[in-house]
T-cell receptor
C-alpha cells in the first residue's frame, strides 16, 4: 500500500499564482522528499526535509512538515509554465535488513497556464 | 557523467515472452532499485540492491528477477510477460542504501506494453 498520498490529484493555475500540494503519510519517518516528474521523464529530486525540521526553502519552493499530523506541503511561488509537471512526495523507512526503502505517493499533476 | 541510463526506451512483448530491461549508472552508487509506475498508483518498488551481489525484494517482486554482478549494472528480467506487467519502469540509484538520507537519481524509463 502507498505510504504517501498527495492532495489534490490535479491542480491547474495561472502563471504567476502560487501552487500548494499536500502529502499525508502513515508511519513515522526520518525524512520526507519531494520529486518532480516532467511528462515522459524520470523523477528529479527537489528538496528534502528531516523529521526534526518544520520548514525548508529552496528558491521558489517552500516545504513544511508537521509530524504530529503526518503531513507535508509543497508550495511553489510565482509559478511558471515550466513548473508544469507531476509532483511526488517520498518517505523513507527501512527494510528488516536495515536497508533503505523509499516509498512514493501517488502524485499531484500541476498544470500552469501561460 | 551519463547518470542513470536505461534501455530500451520502448518495448512491446507478447504474453509469455521474456526479456531483460537494462540499467546502468556511472556514479559509483551502492544502491540501485527498480520501480514500476502505473496510472494513479505512484511508483512501486520491485527489487533493490545495496551493492554487487546483494539484492532483495521490494513491494511487488512477483514475475521479476534481478541480479547485481557489478556496481554499475542492475538488469531487471521479466520471466514470462503478462498484460499486468504493462507499465513504465524506472531504475534509480543512490549513494548508499544504509544511510538515513539518500537522494535518488532516476533513469528516463522504459515503457513496456504486453499484449
Amino acid at each position: 500500500s502507498q505510504q504517501g498520498e498527495e492532495d489534490p490529484q490535479a491542480l491547474s493555475i495561472q502563471e504567476g499564482e502560487n501552487a500548494t500540494m499536500n502529502c499525508s503519510y502513515k508511519t513515522s519517518i526520518n525524512n520526507l522528499q519531494w520529486y518532480r516528474q516532467n511528462s515522459g521523464r524520470g523523477l528529479v529530486h527537489l528538496i528534502l526535509i528531516r523529521s526534526n525540521e518544520r520548514e525548508k526553502h529552496s528558491g521558489r519552493l517552500r516545504v513544511t512538515l508537521d509530524t504530529s499530523k503526518k503531513s507535508s506541503s509543497l508550495l511553489i511561488t510565482a509559478s511558471r509554465a515550466a513548473d508544469t509537471a507531476s509532483y511526488f512526495c517520498a518517505t523513507d523507512g527501512f527494510f528488516s535488513g536495515g536497508y533503505q526503502k523509499v516509498t512514493f505517493g501517488t502524485g499531484t499533476k500541476l498544470q500552469v497556464i501561460p | 557523467n551519463a547518470g542513470v541510463t536505461q534501455t530500451p526506451k520502448f518495448q512491446v512483448l507478447k504474453t509469455g515472452q521474456s526479456m531483460t530491461l537494462q540499467c546502468a549508472q556511472d556514479m559509483n552508487h551502492e544502491y540501485m532499485s527498480w520501480y514500476r509506475q502505473d496510472p494513479g498508483m505512484g511508483l512501486r518498488l520491485i527489487h533493490y540492491s545495496v551493492g554487487a551481489g546483494i539484492t532483495d525484494q521490494g513491494e511487488v517482486p512477483n514475475g521479476y528477477n534481478v541480479s547485481r554482478s557489478t556496481t554499475e549494472d542492475f538488469p531487471l528480467r521479466l520471466l514470462s510477460a503478462a498484460p499486468s506487467q504493462t507499465s513504465v519502469y524506472f531504475c534509480a540509484s543512490s549513494l548508499s542504501g544504509t544511510r538515513a538520507y539518500n537522494e535518488q537519481f532516476f533513469g528516463p524509463g522504459t515503457r513496456l506494453t504486453v499484449l
